[in-house]
């Protein structure tokens, strides 16, 4: 199922015409409709969009197989990534305009994997500071909150 596919199912699940999902997530009607349509491919940006207001995540945008690679290593997600780019560029029944049209998908959804990557690294990372602040006192934390603000001033670790 495309991503299209996907917005399609989730609007009609949640009684949204286009427009009403359209104003919802700040995007013209007309926009809603291609994507629907398989003319065009939502940004991630604009698939965050959605998946902030109505509160669901980026897997499901991910093919079954992607959501599966995302539990598996990174060699075996790549691996599978060449295979579907494979799969498409040698299917000789496809047109090109439709391998185009797949592979734009593909390419999609690689974004989408990265950025669940990207977040989950974050994430892991936040918990560990989390969790080491937890275990502090008040007076410890308080260090703690010192020693990140000095750190914060230091042009060597400021993003």
Known sequence: MTIGEKIYKFRTSKNLTQKQFAEKIGVA???VNFWENGKRQPRL???KKITDTFNISMYFFLDDDLKE???M?????????N????????NKSLKDDEKAKQLKELITQLKLLQ?????NVNTSKKALLNNYYDELNEKGQN???EQIELLTKIPEYKK
């Open 29 to 31: 009607q007309s926009a």
């Open 45 to 47: 940006e604009q698939l």
């Open 69 to 71: 690679a995302t539990e």
């Open 73 to 81: 290593s990174v060699n075996s997600e790549l691996d599978l990534i």
């Open 83 to 90: 295979l579907k780019m494979l799969s498409i560029k040698n």
């Open 115 to 119: 950025n669940h990557h990207s977040t």
């Open 143 to 145: 260090k703690a909150i």
